[in-house]
């Protein structure tokens, strides 16, 4: 059995300030393929945004650039991310027009290592597939719903946040460190003051 490509199947939703944004890998119909090139093994990054609470709902022009950027940086963190794992873009197609550039909807193939070998034999490997897991960030407070691997629920929606809070902790350590070694070199001074308060 050969190991599973990378991001087929994916799909990560973000939601910020009432948007909720949304980008997959799906598969590309024949249909939508010019003459003389085949959709087998070929893959789309689609992203979508609406409002949050009200699927139907009007978007107003903030909200719709607020999907965008989310959508957008959902986008290209995605493609960074195939990319490295062994993904190229095969084709793109802006309306009828098919280039081999970056223009318009990039259409995707995994060209990454052939499955592995053990002494002649094909390693045998075991699919695990995310789950869409909601969860409030620790840091910036968001609530969002992103496609995860099992484990324990996460506690930050972005690897900004991530850092943030990976700062904060040192800074908390510091300051913990600090205040240590100021009441060792002045032992008397808090029982100077609980002696005064009483």
């Not at 190991?3 to 944004?21: C, L, N, S």
């Not at 290592?113 to 968001?142: I, M």
Request: contains cysteine; aromatic residues 6%.
């Amino acid at each position: 059995m050969a190991d599973p490509i990378p991001y087929v199947d994916f799909e990560e939703t973000v939601i910020r300030q009432g948007i909720k944004a949304t980008v997959q890998v799906e598969t590309v119909l024949q249909a939508t393929m010019p003459p003389g090139y085949s959709a087998r093994g070929k893959y789309q990054v689609v992203t979508s945004y609406q409002s949050a609470t009200d699927q139907g709902a009007e978007l107003s022009e903030e909200q719709v650039q607020l999907g965008r950027t989310l959508t957008n940086h959902l986008r290209e963190r995605l493609e960074k991310h195939m990319r490295r794992a062994g993904w190229c873009e095969v084709i793109s197609h802006s309306g009828d027009q098919f280039l081999s550039g970056r223009n318009g909807l990039t259409i995707w193939e995994y060209s990454g290592p052939p499955p592995r070998l053990r002494n002649g034999e094909q390693v045998v490997s075991r699919r695990v597939k995310k789950r869409a897991v909601t969860f409030t960030c620790s840091v910036c407070g968001e609530t969002v719903t992103q496609q995860r691997f099992p484990s324990h629920l996460p506690k930050y929606c972005s690897e900004a946040c991530k850092e943030t809070d990976a700062r904060s902790e040192a800074t908390r350590e510091k300051t913990r460190l600090r205040v240590a070694a100021w009441r060792k070199a002045h032992p008397d001074t808090r029982r100077k003051q609980d002696e005064m308060n009483s």
